[in-house]
């Protein structure tokens, strides 16, 4: 009986891939550049790193460069709108010049977005050990404290390792969301076999399920129901799930009659 050959990089290669997966997570948790991975072991193992290390400098370096062009674009087109408006003053006609005014102050609301989206992109917040029941409730509370109807189904202690702030804003853009177009929150933190999750549930008209990923991209909003006369310009999805993906989670939409709920996923792995 032939004995089966066994290939060493077939040994290694599981090995390999784990330290990889691990290095990703902690890297999207911790929401820095880490040092490169350490290029030692076989030829191969070392290429691979070597690879693996470029494409990570590539990739860093395209984000910067993106959020910086953004930025600058954002900026630069102050100026123009605050020449538009000037002029506008001048303009005789009462309803063509507030028509003016109110597309110039769409306009800036846009460019603002954008310049905060941005830095929020750019800004790297260190990651700290908090009490994800406390962060929840105390957000919950401050809305509560406007006289906003969120109800918070407070549990146990649950340690978790985030970028706290951007974290807030997150689940902020979700309620408010929930609020500005259900009429209300239902906020809920549980753990999970493989994951933390946190669900919001509102009694609104929910999402269309073909516009459930469309939703996401900057400045989209369902102009029946979710328009800019209800407030916002469209960019508070898209942060949202950025900020969570750069946690390592995702957020998913779920239209459960007579609710919608929106589960915002966080991995449990360090």
């Known amino acids: 009986m032939t004995a089966p050959i066994t290939c060493p ?22 929401g820095s550049n880490l040092p490169p991975l350490p290029e030692e072991g076989t030829d191969d193992i070392r290429q691979t790193t070597a690879a693996f290390n470029r494409m990570q400098t590539r990739l860093f370096r ?41 597309t110039i102050d769409e306009i800036q609301a846009m460019t603002e977005a954008t310049i905060a989206f941005a830095r929020g992109e750019a800004t790297i917040e260190e990651t700290r050990t908090v009490d994800l029941n406390a962060l929840i409730g105390s957000l919950c509370d401050d809305l509560a404290e406007m006289d906003q109807p969120v109800a918070y189904a407070e549990g146990k202690k649950m340690i978790y390792r985030c ?46 399920e073909d516009m459930h990923e469309q939703v996401f991209a900057p400045f989209c909003r369902i102009e029946t129901s979710r328009n800019r006369e209800t407030g916002g310009v469209g ?18 939409f779920s239209n459960d009659n007579p609710c919608f709920r929106v589960t915002i996923s966080l991995p449990t792995i360090l």
């Not at 984000?63 to 709108?81: Q, V």
């Open 9 to 30: 990089a077939a040994r290694i290669c599981p090995c390999m891939n784990r330290g990889i997966h691990t290095w990703s997570l902690r890297q999207t948790r911790s």
């Open 62 to 102: 395209f984000i910067e460069d993106r959020t910086r062009m953004l930025a600058a674009i954002g900026h630069d087109l102050r100026t123009p709108l605050t020449s538009l408006r000037l002029r506008a003053e001048f303009v005789t006609d009462p309803e063509i010049q507030q028509r003016m005014l109110a």
């Open 163 to 208: 970028r706290p702030d951007s974290l807030r804003r997150a689940l902020r853009n979700i309620i408010e969301n929930a609020l500005r177009y259900g009429g209300e929150a239902r906020v809920r933190l549980y753990r999970g076999s493989h994951s933390v999750d946190i669900t919001v549930e509102d009694n609104g008209p929910g999402i269309p």
């Open 235 to 252: 960019l508070g999805l898209a942060i949202a799930r950025t900020i969570i993906r750069h946690h390592g989670g995702d957020i998913v």
